[in-house]
C-alpha cells in the first residue's frame, strides 16, 4: 500500500473481531510515532502500550467516548511529561503528528484504530492515571485502540475533497 491509498482507506473503526495483535507489531506502530516531526525537535513524547484485558475494561468504564476499549487489541497512550515540558506552543501539533504517524502505520499493518482524544479536556483523564498507575504529571494526549475487522468490512465512503478550500495563489 503506498502512503496516499494508506491515507485515503484509513477509517476510524470502534469494533474489532478477538485476535491478538503481535507484540512487535505494537512496537513498530508505536516506534513510527517516534519518527513524527517535533517542533524544535523536542520530542516530548512518551508512550503507555496497554493489551491487559481488565485495565481495558476499566478505561472503557471511565471514558465517555471510549467504550470501544473492551474489544481492543491493544492500546497505546500517548503522553508528554508537564514538569519536564513547559512550553506548551505546539505540544498539541507535535502529539498529533505523532498520533496520526501511529495510525496509518497501523492501517499499513491491517490493524485499524481509532484516535480517542483527551489533551486538553482536563476532565476526561484523571482517573485514567489512577486505573494504569502512571505518575499524576503525565499527560495523555490522545488514546489509540487498535485491533482487528472482518476481512469483509466495508468501508464507509468519505467525502473529503472539497475543491472549493483549495486556494491556489500562482
Ligand atoms: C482530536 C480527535 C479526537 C477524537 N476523539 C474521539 C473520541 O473520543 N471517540 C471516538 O470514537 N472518536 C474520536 N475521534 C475520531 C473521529 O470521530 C473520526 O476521526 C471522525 O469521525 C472521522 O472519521 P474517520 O477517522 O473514519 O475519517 C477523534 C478524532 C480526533 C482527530
Given at each position: 500500500?503506498?502512503?496516499?491509498?494508506?491515507?485515503?482507506?484509513?477509517r476510524?473503526?470502534?469494533?474489532?473481531?478477538?485476535?491478538?495483535i503481535e507484540k512487535s507489531d505494537l512496537a513498530e506502530i508505536v516506534e513510527s510515532?517516534?519518527?513524527?516531526?517535533?517542533?524544535?525537535?523536542?520530542?516530548?513524547?512518551?508512550?503507555?502500550?496497554?493489551?491487559?484485558?481488565?485495565?481495558?475494561?476499566?478505561?472503557?468504564?471511565?471514558?465517555?467516548?471510549g467504550k470501544m476499549l473492551t474489544t481492543s487489541g491493544g492500546v497505546?497512550?500517548?503522553?508528554?511529561?508537564?514538569?519536564?515540558?513547559t512550553d506548551m506552543d505546539f505540544i498539541q501539533s507535535d502529539l498529533g503528528a505523532c498520533?496520526?504517524?501511529?495510525?496509518?502505520?497501523?492501517?499499513e499493518k491491517g490493524i485499524w484504530s481509532v484516535w480517542?482524544?483527551?489533551?486538553?479536556?482536563?476532565?476526561?483523564d484523571h482517573k485514567i492515571n489512577e486505573i494504569l498507575n502512571i505518575p499524576q504529571q503525565t499527560e495523555i494526549f490522545s488514546i489509540i485502540?487498535?485491533?482487528?475487522?472482518?476481512?469483509?468490512?466495508?468501508?464507509r465512503d468519505k467525502k473529503c475533497v472539497f475543491?472549493?478550500?483549495i486556494h491556489w495563489i500562482e
Open positions: 500500500m503506498n502512503t496516499l491509498e494508506c491515507i485515503k482507506t484509513r476510524s473503526i470502534r469494533d474489532y473481531i478477538d485476535k491478538k510515532g517516534m519518527y513524527a516531526p517535533s517542533a524544535h525537535n523536542q520530542q516530548p513524547r512518551e508512550f503507555y502500550i496497554i493489551t491487559d484485558k481488565e485495565k481495558l475494561n476499566a478505561l472503557s468504564e471511565n471514558l465517555e467516548f497505546v497512550l500517548v503522553c508528554f511529561d508537564k514538569n519536564k515540558y498520533t496520526q504517524n501511529m495510525l496509518l502505520t497501523a492501517h480517542i482524544g483527551v489533551y486538553p479536556l482536563n476532565n476526561r485502540s487498535l485491533g482487528y475487522q472482518s476481512p469483509s468490512l466495508s468501508l475543491p472549493e478550500k
